[in-house]
């Protein structure tokens, strides 16, 4: 959410920012929270001053009562009933107008990076550089669903009956290597200084709203009848309103987290759900990054942490690049936002296995995340995200890069403590 006092002072450029994300339907919000803003003012003013002038009347009270002037006294204090009544009224207007202008705010598209590349959809993210040479093998690479199933690894069938589409089992050596990847990426964020959490995996309505916009909401957030809770998309939404109507040290910045949930998503729009594979799906798990740090910090921590992840597939010996993402390709809150895509031999191309993001203050405004400076000043922290690996996904690009032409996967070194020693995996049938 944006400061409502830049708004104010910039409405050319909010509107601006809103065309370069291809969002014109939003552009006369712009005008609307702008009128509500001064009305809200207005109103917060009249009701200052109605407050001084009843505590002006009440010491006339008193006065009057000392001096026996009873009549006038009590005509002063009729005057005082009617300010309450009129403060009542101004108050309840102020807060009917303030909660609609914080929605309306909260509608607004953060403001984006200047040199975010300006495109209507995910056809116009960039490509910025490649990590790892992608091959293709001179033998076939199966279909990733037929290469777990070579394992006896993979039930989507049984799935289907227990929870219908966009589930699915993984069994024996493909679910081993689904959890092994999850503590090699853990322990490899951990290595780099960051604090391992295991969050709540239902969070409430107002901290969903903290953390992204309305429209992701309803189309990605599962919500629980008869309560005020939703499973969590990405263990993101709950490790950042941990700290909602929070007020840090500057000291004790930066806040650095990495954290396993399940995830849940509708996946309501146009991909829909795969019915054969486990490339979009309801349900899967993710290690995750997050950082809160000062606003000077941000941007050394967006590097860093897109380079963590390159890092962490090349380590599992799968080529991936960075793809920067276009204006239009941007959720409403972030600043700035990459993809990092594993090559899939199979496809000759690439595809998005992490998603790093900057979102400057637009959720630290909307959770109330402030840090008290050293020279007592307050001001909203900055807050980043990153995916560290997300299986099922990410199993795809491990089994057809380390795919054998006997049909034996082979395991990188790293990851062989998590895998019992094993060095491959060799197929059931």
Known sequence: MLDIKFVRENPDKVKENIKKKFQDKKLPLVDEVIDLDKRVRELKAEGDTLRQTRNTVSDEIGVLFREKRVDDANAKKEEVVQINEKLVDIEKEEEKLSILLKEKMMMIPN???????????????????????????????PYHSDIMASFNGLDKEAAGRVSGAGFYYLMGDIARLHSAVLSYARDFMIDKGFTYCIPPYMIHGDAVDGVMSFE??????????????????TSEHSMIAKFKD???????????MTSYSPCFRKEVGAHGIEERGVYRIHQFEKQEMVVICRPEDSEKWYDKMWNYSVLLFRSLDIPVRKLVCCSGDLADLKYRSCDIE?????QKKYFEVCSCSNLTDAQARRLGIRYKKENGEKEFAHTLNNTVI?????LIAFLENNLQEDGSVLIPEVLRPYMGGKEKLVPKN
């Open 111 to 141: 403001m984006i990076a200047s040199d975010v590349p300006i495109g209507e959809d995910d056809s116009k993210n960039v490509e910025e550089k490649r990590f790892g040479e992608p091959v293709v093998p001179d033998y076939e690479i």
């Open 390 to 394: 997300a299986p099922p996904r990410m």
């Open 246 to 256: 929070q007020l840090l040290k500057e000291s004790d910045l930066p806040i650095t």
């Open 342 to 346: 594993a090559w899939s031999p199979r």
């Open 216 to 233: 992701e909401k309803d189309a990605m957030m599962y919500k629980i009848e008869g309560e005020d809770l939703y499973l969590i998309g």
